[in-house]
């Protein structure tokens, strides 16, 4: 059964650096691309980033592009987002998800950006 | 970019009766290779997002077949044949041939 697990998610300043992490389970992680998906309170859902199989092909959403960066451990079947110069925009659930067709979503975890 | 609207925002029906969302994209989601890339999603109250639909009209596993979609190129619909209780929450589309992008969400209520 495909699990997925986001964690890090805290109170940050305005400003700060925050690193989510999305631990997977129950399929080959490497054979997946995975993505990043964020829904600030009471909005919608806002793609943010994705990465291929390798960490070869990587795109970002326009608003977080320059600040956040993607990366996958293979070997620890683990996704990451290096989230830096938060603001307070960038509060939200952040969801990871599996695959081209995000047919799996984590819980998620909050990051709230705030003085 | 590529903008998904939907329609309408809100949505109340009545358990048993049918149900229709509509979602328009602002480009043509059909690929050279024959596919088109649009899903369905399903956020329920208090929960992360699950999938419905992809490719316009393939069901995710274990979606029950009173959820159906169509359409081609810039038009497409998700029916539900007969709404039960549990189909309340938050339906988005989104596009997958140009990065990502979701349409605003339809509330359905009952």
């Known amino acids: 059964q495909v699990h997925l697990v986001e964690s890090g998610g805290d109170l940050v300043k305005p400003g700060g650096s925050l690193r989510l992490s999305c631990a997977a389970s129950?399929?080959?992680?490497?054979?997946?691309?995975m993505s990043w998906i964020r829904q600030a309170p009471g909005k919608g859902l806002e793609w943010i980033s994705y990465i291929d199989y390798t960490g070869t092909t990587i795109h970002y959403a326009d608003s977080v592009k320059g600040r956040f960066t993607i990366s996958r451990d293979n070997a620890k079947n683990s996704l990451y987002l290096q989230m830096t110069s938060l603001r307070a925009e960038d509060t939200a659930v952040y969801y990871c998800?599996?695959?081209?067709?995000?047919?799996?979503w984590g819980q998620g975890t909050l990051v709230t950006v705030s003085s | 970019d590529v903008v998904m609207t939907q329609t309408p925002l809100s949505l109340s029906v009545i358990p048993g009766q049918p149900a229709s969302i509509s979602c328009t994209s602002s480009?043509?989601?059909?690929?050279?290779?024959?596919?088109?890339?649009l899903y369905w999603y399903l956020q329920r109250p208090g929960q992360s997002p699950q999938p419905l639909i992809r490719e316009v009209s393939s069901r995710f596993p274990g979606v029950p077949d009173r959820f159906s979609g169509n359409g081609a190129g810039t038009d497409f619909t998700l029916k539900i044949s007969r709404v039960e209780a549990e189909d309340v929450g938050v339906y988005y589309c989104?596009?997958?041939?140009?990065?990502?992008?979701f349409g605003q969400g339809t509330k359905l209520e009952i």
């Open positions: 480009q043509n989601l059909l690929h050279t290779n024959n596919k088109t890339y």
């Open positions: 989104m596009q997958g041939i140009n990065l990502y992008t």
């Open positions: 129950g399929f080959t992680f490497s054979d997946y691309y």
């Open positions: 998800a599996r695959a081209v067709s995000l047919g799996d």
